[in-house]
């Protein structure tokens, strides 16, 4: 018969107390692995608003939640093994970074039971991640880099008076941009404007198709597009070229001198909107009940480069002359 001392009994009693209590404190933090399609200032800024986001709403990073971060280089070949990397090891949730890694990842994952929320798709219900912009699908919801096209439509024509060509390069055989080609149009007839674009499916033929249109547009747009951002020094070159202002959707090329002006979603922005949707799903909501966000107005902002203007031959037209929104 196995003898207890009355003080063996109290400090297993006072150890059981204290694991209760403490336990949770003690527990392996939550696993979070980010799915990026490569290495670019905008899609890492979602990851930075992603993980600041979810410090300030109660995930502290290596304490309740430890991040597993990789990407393709943009090589959109190398998607199914990087989503396969990831789940084997096994987080509780991924984020995922553009429309095709989110498009992967959801084919990759299905039935798995590890939720996904992507950021940086600019239209989840065109991308076939959501069946509209009012719900999730099966373990996916996540949060949209939309630009307010109509804003971006309003402030080239005070950039250019006069102007009534709207150019938009883009790639036929990217969702993202077919889907922002349509809504571009769209603005364009509520804008005054005649959109006239151009696909541009190789690097390669970015100079050949933008020198194209030259004497057809006014002001020419780089989308939100993962062949065309990544290419934005090319993209300026031929727009100087053709003596075209290029207007963008990234404010850091504008502030590197390349493009002229940018009416942009802040990305950081992006992906707070992803971790707020992310905290609810590590709670214990279905992602199939959580619809997707949109990008308010606020969440956008406006710059203009006086290097640029100068370099593409032009000058503030008196309509942008008192914006707060040069820089040199």
């Known amino acids: 018969m ?9 400090q297993a009693v006072l150890a059981g107390a204290l694991l209760a209590a403490f336990g949770s404190a003690w ?5 979070i692995a980010i799915a990026n399609f490569g290495d670019h200032p905008q899609l890492n800024e979602s990851v930075d608003g992603f993980k600041k986001e979810l410090a300030r709403l109660g995930y502290a990073e290596g304490k309740d939640v430890v991040y597993e971060l990789s990407h393709t280089n943009f090589d959109a070949t190398l998607l199914p093994q990087m989503i396969a990397k990831l789940q084997a090891s096994k ?5 995922t970074i553009t429309t095709p890694v989110s498009q992967v990842a959801k084919k990759a994952l299905a039935g798995s039971g590890i939720p996904i929320v992507f950021g940086v798709v600019t239209d989840p ?5 959501t069946p509209s912009w009012d719900k999730g699908d099966t373990g996916i919801t996540g949060s949209s880099d939309l630009q307010d096209v109509g804003a971006v439509m309003q402030f080239a024509h005070k950039l250019v008076p006069g102007s009534k060509s709207f150019g938009m390069p883009y790639n036929p055989g990217e969702a993202n941009d077919v889907a922002l080609l349509e809504m571009v149009k769209k603005a364009g007839a509520a804008n005054d404007f005649k959109v006239v674009s151009v696909g541009v499916d190789s690097a390669n033929d970015i100079q050949q198709r933008i020198t194209s249109l030259k004497g057809k547009v006014d002001v020419l747009y780089n989308p939100t597009s993962n062949l065309l951002q990544p290419a934005t ?3 300026s070159a031929a727009s100087r070229q053709i003596g075209v202002p290029l207007m963008g959707a990234d404010p850091e090329p504008v502030r590197k001198g390349l493009v002229v002006a940018a009416v942009a979603v802040r990305y950081e922005k992006v992906g707070e ?5 992310a905290a609810r799903v590590l709670k214990g909501e279905d992602p199939k009940n959580i619809a997707p966000v949109k990008p308010t107005l606020a969440d956008h902002e406006t710059v203009v480069s006086r290097k640029a203007l100068k370099a593409f031959n032009l000058q503030a037209s008196p309509a942008i002359a008192d914006c707060k929104c040069f820089v040199d």
Do not use: C, D, M, T
């Open 2 to 10: 196995v003898q207890f001392s009355r003080a063996g009994v109290k």
């Open 27 to 31: 527990a392996e933090p939550i696993k």
């Open 91 to 95: 987080p509780k949730l991924i984020y």
């Open 125 to 129: 219900v065109a991308a076939k991640l």
């Open 233 to 235: 020094p090319a993209v």
């Open 273 to 277: 909107n992803a971790a707020k949707l």
